[in-house]
């Protein structure tokens, strides 16, 4: 079955750059079926969507972070990646990647998702 | 954007019991609208999708109900596993999600 698996720093300075990857295991992430998104939790608080992007490169980020988000994919080694610039206190936060399924009608869903990762903004 | 809320925001329930959870969107969203359990320290889990269909694997005691601007979840009778937080979520804008702020079911 498909899995999904964050890797990157824990710790990143304040205006720095935040980078995570995501692999995807027991299925290809080329499929035209799916779009692959991060999300993030702030200690006890609730989710936020940050971006999705499409195999073939295509993105679309959430509009409250758009100007430091960039995602991307590398189809060779079955990974998408974040890059979150100018972090700050605020962007602490267990970070998820997720896979997001057309289930019916257009209805769209989150349908599997890493176990996340914890970075933590301090010097 | 499309903004979501749900309520109670914390509720304490006994196994065996009913319990619903409300999510009202901000405008009309059709069924574009998901619901996801999540346990401490772990990933949300998809339990509903399109409002009223079960996921997967996902036991027939939880259901989803609305449509418009407003859904419900309801447990038909609370198991132990059960206690968790809900979160609802939109899928109607294009490209754009956003999530309920959730709610916390905990034993009375």
């Known amino acids: 079955q498909v899995q999904l698996q964050e890797s990157g720093p824990g710790l990143v300075k304040p205006s720095q750059t935040l980078s995570l990857t995501c692999t995807v295991s027991g299925g290809s992430i080329s499929s035209g079926d799916y779009y692959w998104s991060w999300i993030r939790q702030p200690p006890g608080k609730g989710l936020e969507w940050i971006g999705y992007i499409y195999y073939s490169g295509s993105t679309y980020y959430n509009p409250s972070l758009k100007s430091r988000v960039t995602i991307s994919v590398d189809t060779s080694k079955n990974q998408f990646s974040l890059k979150l610039s100018s972090v700050t206190a605020a962007d602490t936060a267990v970070y998820y990647c997720?896979?997001?399924?057309?289930?019916?009608?257009?209805?769209?869903?989150?349908?599997?998702w890493g176990q996340g990762t914890m970075v933590t903004v301090s010097s | 954007d499309i903004q979501m809320t749900q309520s109670p925001s914390s509720l304490s329930a006994s196994v065996g019991d009913r319990v619903t959870i409300t999510c009202r969107a901000s405008q009309s969203i059709s069924s574009y609208l998901n619901w996801y359990q999540q346990k401490p320290g772990k990933a949300p889990k998809l339990l509903i999708y399109a409002a009223s269909s079960l996921q997967s694997g996902v036991p027939s005691r939880f259901s989803g109900s609305g449509s418009g601007t407003d859904f419900t979840l309801t447990i038909s009778s609370l198991q132990p596993e059960d206690f968790a937080t809900y979160y609802c979520?939109?899928?109607?804008?294009?490209?754009?999600?956003?999530f309920g702020p959730g709610t916390k079911v905990d034993i009375k």
């Open positions: 997720a896979r997001e399924v057309v289930v019916v009608a257009a209805t769209r869903a989150f349908d599997i």
């Open positions: 979520q939109q899928s109607y804008s294009t490209g754009v999600v956003t």
